[in-house]
Each structure stands twice: as C-alpha cells, then as structure tokens.
C-alpha cells in the first residue's frame, strides 16, 4: 500500500503562486493514476485534478483551469500541484491520493486507494 505525504502549503496573497508537492513510499508511485482534492471549510472534498501513470493524460475541475498545473516525477515518486493566480475561494486543506484508474469525467473520491493527510492552503483577500 503506498504512503503519501504533502507539504508545501501556507498563507499568501490574491494572485501568489505555490506549489504542492506529494511524496510517495512503500509502493511506486508510476502504477497509480494520481489526484489532487481539497477540502475547504464546511464543505466536502472535491476533485481538483488527476493524471495518468504516465503523464500522457490530465484532468482539472473547471474552476482552476488555465491556473493549476498538475505533474508528476515518477523517478522520485512525487507528485506536484503548481497553483498560480491564487484567489480567496482556493483556501482549503488540499489532499493528494492514489488511484487504480484514470476516471474521465466524475472523479469519485471513493475510488482512491490511498490519501496524505494533506497540507493547508490559504489565500489572503
């Protein structure tokens, strides 16, 4: 069963760029489709992005499209989130997780095998 372990969150300003990063351990990372979620406060986990084992295929929830970028290194077993153009409503707890498949469409959250513990973003107006 794989490990994951986020870092890379903190507090910036409207318009800041961070960048996500998520280690993996106890199994490699390349046989996984890959996810980033986030919880904000008093809402559910949602589906920020995904990408395939090899990087051939991507996935971004519509409200971050043109500002997140999702990537991957297989070799060192880390999975990356660059943020850019950061607003207010991006503050959240933001979670990586494992996955079997790559999910076209709906991304269930149910469907991912393994989760980090996440790492919270937050972005001041």
């Known amino acids: 069963q794989v490990q994951l372990v986020e870092s890379g969150g903190q507090l910036v300003q409207t318009g800041d760029s961070l960048r996500l990063s998520c280690v993996a351990s106890?199994?490699?990372?390349?046989?996984?489709?890959m996810n980033w979620f986030r919880q904000a406060p008093g809402k559910e986990r949602e589906f920020v992005a995904e990408i395939s084992r090899e990087s051939i295929n991507t996935q971004y929830t519509d409200s971050v499209k043109g500002r997140f970028t999702i990537s991957r290194d297989n070799a060192e077993n880390t999975l990356y989130l660059q943020l850019n153009s950061l607003k207010p409503e991006d503050t959240a707890i933001y979670y990586c997780?494992?996955?079997?498949?790559?999910?076209?469409?709906?991304?269930?959250?149910?469907?991912?095998?393994?989760w980090g513990q996440g790492t919270q973003v937050t972005v001041s107006s």
């Open positions: 997780a494992a996955a079997r498949f790559f999910y076209r469409g709906t991304v269930p959250a149910n469907a991912m095998t393994a």
């Open positions: 106890g199994a490699t990372m390349a046989t996984y489709s």
